[in-house]
C-alpha cells in the first residue's frame, strides 16, 4: 500500500508561481514512476509531468519550460514547482505513484487531489 497526500494548491495571478508538494508513505520501495497529473472542469485527466530513476522526466508540451518536476528522498516528498502559470493551469492537481504487478501490469495510487486556480 502507498498514501499520497498532495498540499500546495491556491488561488493566484496569471504569472504567479505556486509549488505543490506530495507526501508519500507506505511501501514507497515498490513504486517505479511518481508524476502529477489535472483535470480541469469538464475535460479528461492529463499528465503533467512524471519522473523516474534516475533522471528521466516527461512534461506535457503545455507545461515545458514552466514547471519543473522534483523529489526529495530525505522526506519522501514529490513536488511540481510550477512558474508563469496561466489561466490555463488552472486544475485539481494530482499526485500519482505507479508500481508494476507480479503479472506484468501496473497498479495506480493517487492523492485526494489539490485545487488549484489562476486567475486576476
Known amino acids: 500500500q502507498v498514501q499520497l497526500v498532495e498540499s500546495g494548491g491556491g488561488l493566484v495571478q496569471p504569472g504567479g508561481s505556486l509549488r505543490l508538494s506530495c507526501a508519500v508513505s507506505?511501501?514507497?520501495?515498490?513504486?517505479?514512476?511518481m508524476g502529477w497529473y489535472r483535470q480541469a472542469p469538464g475535460k479528461e485527466r492529463e499528465l503533467v509531468a512524471s519522473?523516474?530513476?534516475?533522471?528521466?522526466?516527461n512534461y506535457a508540451d503545455s507545461v515545458k519550460g514552466r514547471f519543473t518536476i522534483s523529489r526529495d528522498n530525505t522526506k519522501n516528498t514529490m513536488y511540481l514547482q510550477m512558474n508563469s502559470l496561466k489561466p490555463e493551469d488552472t486544475a485539481v492537481y494530482y499526485c500519482?505513484?505507479?508500481?508494476?504487478?507480479?503479472?506484468?501490469?501496473?497498479?495506480?495510487?493517487w492523492g485526494q487531489g489539490t485545487q488549484v486556480t489562476v486567475s486576476s
Open positions: 519522473g523516474a530513476s534516475p533522471d528521466t522526466t
Open positions: 500519482n505513484a505507479r508500481e508494476f504487478t507480479p503479472g506484468g501490469g501496473v497498479y495506480d495510487y
Open positions: 507506505g511501501d514507497i520501495d515498490s513504486v517505479h514512476v
